[in-house]
Nanobody, 126 residues
């Protein structure tokens, strides 16, 4: 049974940093793209970042470019999201996602995800 378990969320002041982790289990994820999405209160879930399984290339939403960094540890089947210079508008539930399509593009468009985590809450205060 595939499980994605996020951790690292919490309350942080604006300008601060958090590091999210997502541990995947249930199968090998070395050939899965891995990524992060978020959903703020009253809004739809949106793409945040993704990392390609084959060459570790990355993609980011414009709103987080230069502030967030995605990375992965294939040996640990874990994906990370380092979030710096956090803003109140980054407040959301952050979800881990994995996908096995050839291209990472569907994931970045929010239409290509095989499995979702249950989310971890990030709250950025002013």
């Amino acid at each position: 049974q595939v499980q994605l378990l996020e951790s690292g969320g919490g309350l942080v002041q604006a300008g601060g940093s958090l590091r999210l982790s997502c541990a995947a289990s249930g199968r090998s994820f070395t050939t899965y793209h891995m990524g992060w999405f978020r959903q703020a209160p009253g809004k739809e879930r949106e793409f945040v970042a993704a990392i390609n399984w084959s060459d570790s290339s990355t993609a980011y939403a414009d709103s987080v470019k230069g502030r967030f960094t995605i990375s992965r540890d294939n040996a640990m089947s874990t994906v990370y999201l380092q979030m710096n210079s956090l803003k109140p508008e980054d407040t959301a539930v952050y979800y881990c996602a994995v996908d096995r399509r050839y291209s990472m593009a569907p994931m970045t468009q929010g239409i290509g995800v095989d499995y979702w985590g249950k989310g971890t809450l990030v709250t950025v205060s002013t």
